[in-house]
């Protein structure tokens, strides 16, 4: 397109831009006027020195020079007729027409001179002719200026045959006259140079200036925002077609209006309301004026978000920019929502229930009104979960922040703070039988049926509450507080409500330092391990020694296991205690008899996260104690865990050849079927059987059931907690009990006290007895 950038002047015409090149043609074509008179001129005026002269010569150039003349004219007016469909190609055979019939006339022209001054003396004549020619030759430059090679041509037509001319007339002043052709010449040939300059460098500039606005109009009108000008008197300059559209009005010059114009037709094309136009109109011209910096942002009655941006000039006056923002705010606002509102149920979220605490503990702290914060947890949500599926999961969830927020009121906040947890903050609260109101309608709502996916479902809820101020101002003691009730709630059976109390905070208190001193006690290795041995019935020998642990404290002595093993299980400690009561209590086996077996307690959690099957052979391994003096004590909770992993652990302890015992037999399940479907090779009856069994047959018929059922599916039988001789005397009586255990014999013992027992009272016969 610029190809012909930049432009020679002067120069070959073919480089001109084909537009242009067109227009010097025409400016060749357009004077036919002054073609006319001029011609009208030079026909009378050689047709006067022919009859003044009676030359015959001069007839015929008069002649010529009419027909040239008239035919001319008729090209000229041919030119016009075609001008419509020449391009800078088909114009070429025009301009070289009229190159062609200008030099031919000119040439006439200077023949007529020539003649006059060579052979006729007519005084007049000469002075007619020299007036015309040359008046003619002046008019050289003023018509054909646009073509330099019609001037030049031109030039040389005329002035050589005057030159001729002047020089054979015989008149030494005419001589001199001649010598003055060649600087009029060239000073007409530089005019028409000049002249085609100025003219080319105009409609050079124009055509600049055109393409200029053209482009700037594209990219105004092409780009996605709505673009308008105002000056400093606030007058719209320019302005795209997007704005217009924007603004919902149709195509138009706006130029010149005021905002509250713009305005005034938005509201006659019903795209907005007057009195929305009233304040924007104020709006946007303490913008324009620069009194406002902000951007301003307009809601169409299109439903579109409109973003005006304000950029003043330095001229004065500012430009606007306008953007539709719409899609970006609805998502911005989603986005939004999605960080505050939780997805499934609607409900505020965490962060938002937070928020909502801060504000209305602060509207507490200022008024000195109560608030109640309520932690709601649903009783074994897992479990419809895991039996019915997520999904279903889901809608119960759903289904409860239904019902949770039709039991509150306008005040109140309903939230959840994920899984099946949810919270509602109470307030204003005028006394606590209102909270208590509340969490007996929850308790009561939440607890009916539910119809999921063609199942009628019943979930429990448990809440813990805590009082602002009562339980604190914070929102974070709250939460905590409420937590630990809640915690309590669940502790305490479910399904029913738990007001905080300072009691609970002590008791989660010491359970911390708990956690932090069994921390420090792991990592001192500070457990030690006493051994308790079990004597067997018949030959009245210690067979086996089951290994306690001990935690001696150095503020508050002996720890019970009982007392910290559920936390070291809840810790996922226990994994790595247990690993090292393995290998201590193997270690320890080494030093007894040979037929002396040491037992050790596996934890659930032992068989759930580690692989207990890899940590008694590594104990073995390292103590060189033969599998078959090792026996694990597990409870019923291990075989009620994931059979399929328990199973396998189970068969690969076996492989091992050590040997299995079930432990607190009787507390839990007591299913049989495990006895049968697990190889387990001992069976130890839990202690409570032994409570009442001096004066309960119930007691004794069902210790000698399970004893003898065990017995006949091949396993041994022991019974812990013998503490008296008259429990050992009825137990004695029953053929299927291998072996006691019991105070009665020995209390729990440090390793060394234990070995000399070993070596030293080797039969309990006097106690058996
Ligand atoms: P358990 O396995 O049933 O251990 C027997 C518990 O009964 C021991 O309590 C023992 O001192 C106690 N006991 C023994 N004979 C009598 C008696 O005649 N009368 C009464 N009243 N009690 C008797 P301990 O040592 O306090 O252990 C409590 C529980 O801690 C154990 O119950 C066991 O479940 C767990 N435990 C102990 N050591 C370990 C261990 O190394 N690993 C795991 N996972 N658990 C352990
Ligand atoms: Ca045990
Ligand atoms: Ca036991």
């Keep these: 397109m610029a190809s012909w950038f930049p432009l020679r002047r002067g120069g070959e015409r073919s480089e001109l831009p084909p537009e242009i090149y067109l227009s010097v043609v025409d400016s060749l074509y357009s004077d036919g006027r002054s073609l006319f008179v001029g011609s009208l001129a030079a026909s009378a005026g050689t047709l006067i020195s022919a009859f003044r002269t009676a030359e015959p010569a001069l007839f015929a150039c008069a002649v010529g020079i009419a027909i040239l003349a008239a035919v001319r004219a008729l090209d000229m007016r041919a030119y016009w007729r075609k001008r419509q469909g020449l391009d800078a190609t088909t114009a070429r055979p025009w301009e070289n ?34 007036a015309v020619t040359i008046a003619y030759m002046v008019g050289i430059s003023g018509r054909n200026f646009g073509s330099d090679r019609l001037v030049t041509l031109q030039i040389v037509a005329a002035s050589l045959p005057m030159a001729a001319g002047l020089l054979l007339s015989g008149n030494v002043d005419y001589v001199i006259l001649a010598l003055f052709l060649a600087p009029f010449s060239i000073t007409l040939r530089s005019i028409s140079n000049r002249l085609r300059k100025t003219l080319l460098d105009a409609v050079m500039t124009a055509r600049q200036n055109t393409q200029l606005a053209e482009r700037f109009d594209t990219a105004l009108n092409n780009m996605p925002h709505g673009l308008g000008m105002f000056d400093e008197r606030r007058r719209l300059l ?161 289904a409860v922040a239904d019902r949770l927020r039709l039991l509150v009121r306008q005040s109140d906040v309903v939230g959840r703070f994920g899984g099946d947890e949810f919270m509602i903050l109470q307030y204003p609260v005028t006394g606590t039988e209102q909270v208590v109101a509340l969490a007996d309608r929850i308790v009561e709502r939440i607890g009916a049926p539910y119809e999921i996916d063609g199942h009628e479902l019943v979930i429990g809820a448990s809440l813990g509450i805590a009082l602002a101020p009562r339980d604190g101002l914070d929102a974070d003691v709250l939460s905590k507080n409420a937590d630990m009730a809640l915690y309590r709630a669940k502790a305490e059976g479910r399904r029913g409500w738990r007001f905080f109390e300072i009691e609970m905070d002590v008791k989660a208190r010491a359970r911390r330092s708990l956690e932090i001193d069994l921390r420090n006690a792991m990592a001192s290795d500070a457990f030690t391990i006493y051994y308790q041995p079990l004597v067997n019935l018949k030959t009245k020998r210690i067979s086996t020694c089951e290994a306690l642990l001990r935690w001696p404290h150095p503020d508050r002595g002996m720890i019970s296991p009982a007392e910290f093993i559920p936390v070291a299980e809840e810790m996922g400690l226990i994994v790595e205690i247990g690993t090292r009561v393995l290998h201590k209590a193997c270690a320890e086996a080494m030093n007894w008899p040979d037929d002396v077996r040491v037992a050790v307690n596996l934890s659930p959690i032992q068989f759930r996260r580690g692989n207990v099957a890899d940590a008694v052979r590594a104990a073995l391994e390292s103590s060189g104690l033969p599998p078959n003096r090792l026996e694990v004590e ?81 396993m041994s039988v022991a019974i812990e907690g013998v503490e008296t001789k008259e429990q050992l005397a009825v137990i004695a009586g029953e053929v299927s009990v291998d072996e006691v255990q019991g105070f009665l014999f020995s209390k729990p013992k440090p390793a060394d006290e234990l070995r000399q027992l070993l070596y030293a009272t080797p039969i309990f016969v006097g106690k058996v007895a």
């Design 97 to 130: 027409r009229y190159i062609l019939g200008a030099t031919a006339y000119v040439g006439l022209l200077g023949a007529w001179f020539f003649i006059v001054f060579a052979f006729t003396s007519d005084q007049f004549t000469e002075l007619l002719c020299l």
């Design 238 to 398: 320019v302005a795209n077609h997007r704005l217009a559209e924007l603004f919902g009005l149709g195509a138009g010059d706006r130029r010149g209006a005021l905002p509250g114009e713009l305005f005034a037709e938005c509201v006659e094309a019903d795209t907005m309301p007057a009195a929305e136009a009233v304040h924007l109109t104020a709006a946007f011209e303490s913008r324009l004026s620069g009194e406002t910096a902000d951007r301003l942002l307009i809601d169409t009655a299109a439903g579109r978000t409109l973003d005006l941006a304000f950029q003043p000039m330095e001229s004065g006056g500012s430009v606007v920019l306008i953007e539709d923002v719409t899609e970006r705010r609805a998502a911005e606002t989603k986005i939004n929502h999605l960080a505050r509102f939780d997805a499934l149920t609607g409900l505020p979220n965490r962060t938002n229930l937070r928020d909502q605490m801060d504000r209305v503990l602060a509207a507490a702290r200022r008024s000195g009104e109560t608030c109640a914060v309520l932690f709601l947890d649903l009783d074994e949500f897992k479990q419809v979960n895991d039996t019915l599926g997520h999904p279903c999961g889901d809608q119960l969830l759903c």
């Design 634 to 714: 597990i409870t019923e909770s291990v075989l009620l865990q994931d059979t399929e992993h328990t199973g396998v652990q189970l068969r690969q302890l076996r492989d091992l050849g050590i040997r299995i015992s079930l432990d607190d037999f009787g507390t839990g399940y007591s299913s049989l079927s495990y006895l049968h479907s697990f190889p387990l090779h001992k069976v130890k009856i839990d202690r409570s059987f032994l409570h009442d069994i001096g004066d309960s047959d119930r007691s004794l018929t069902l210790l000698r059931g399970v004893a003898r059922l065990s017995a006949a599916l091949g």
